[in-house]
């Protein structure tokens, strides 16, 4: 293992124990039966406490670490110019992990949907002057979708929900979210 590479982030035995919002690995405790871990924001809409400040703050440290070094990085989708694919820097293992441990709660708010997580596409996306400054309208790719917020300064930054495909509020903005951290 590289000493340069915190071994909480790299090592996925560490995921439950190092990454974990307290009260996300105490709902798993309890049997990851109920919904009470989780607020729901809008419909089909729900966040909760996923990740610790710590665990954000180590992978905020460990993107700005790859970006220091001036390595190539694919772009994480067509809209995004900037970003980081996570899998592509030996986080797949640390967040298939994560997916395991999240799978529970996909199950319940999403029956169909949640039924089988069995690949993620992890990356996190940067926007700033110069660079990307938002993203367009679009649907995911993606039978469940998880956004996590990792932090940092920011303003603006919304997640904004346009209705569901197919429905007369498709394309419509019907709620936007504002990002905390490790939600």
Same mark, same amino acid.
């Given at each position: 293992?590289?000493?340069?590479?915190?071994?909480?982030?790299?090592?996925?035995?560490?995921?439950?124990?190092?990454? =974990?919002?307290? /009260?996300?690995? !105490?709902? @798993? &405790?309890?049997?990851?039966?109920?919904?009470?871990?989780? $607020? *729901?924001?809008?419909?089909?809409?729900?966040?909760?406490?996923?990740?610790?400040?710590?665990?954000?703050?180590?992978?905020?440290?460990?993107?700005?670490?790859?970006?220091?070094?001036?390595?190539?990085?694919?772009?994480?989708?067509?809209?995004?110019?900037?970003?980081?694919?996570?899998?592509?820097?030996?986080?797949?293992?640390?967040?298939?992990?994560?997916?395991?441990?999240?799978?529970?709660?996909?199950?319940? =708010?999403?029956? /169909?949907?949640? !039924?089988? @997580? &069995?690949?993620?596409?992890?990356?996190?996306?940067?926007? $700033? *002057?110069?660079?990307?400054?938002?993203?367009?309208?679009?649907?995911?790719?993606?039978?469940?979708?998880?956004?996590?917020?990792?932090?940092?300064?920011?303003?603006?930054?919304?997640?904004?929900?346009?209705?569901?495909?197919?429905?007369?509020?498709?394309?419509?903005?019907?709620?936007?979210?504002?990002?905390?951290?490790?939600?």
């Amino acid at each position: 293992q590289d000493p340069q590479k915190p071994p909480t982030l790299f090592d996925s035995s560490e995921v439950r124990s190092k990454w =974990l919002h307290p /009260a996300f690995s !105490a709902w @798993l &405790d309890e049997g990851a039966g109920g919904t009470e871990v989780v $607020r *729901e924001e809008a419909h089909e809409v729900y966040s909760f406490p996923l990740l610790c400040e710590g665990a954000c703050e180590m992978l905020r440290q460990e993107v700005d670490n790859f970006h220091a070094t001036g390595l190539q990085a694919r772009r994480p989708n067509s809209m995004n110019n900037y970003g980081l694919i996570l899998n592509d820097i030996g986080l797949r293992a640390s967040l298939s992990e994560l997916q395991r441990h999240v799978a529970p709660l996909a199950r319940l =708010l999403f029956t /169909a949907e949640g !039924a089988s @997580l &069995d690949d993620h596409h992890s990356f996190v996306v940067s926007y $700033r *002057e110069g660079e990307d400054l938002g993203l367009d309208m679009h649907t995911d790719d993606s039978d469940v979708t998880l956004n996590v917020c990792l932090g940092d300064v920011f303003e603006g930054a919304g997640l904004t929900f346009c209705g569901d495909v197919g429905s007369p509020r498709h394309r419509f903005a019907t709620h936007q979210y504002q990002h905390e951290l490790g939600r």
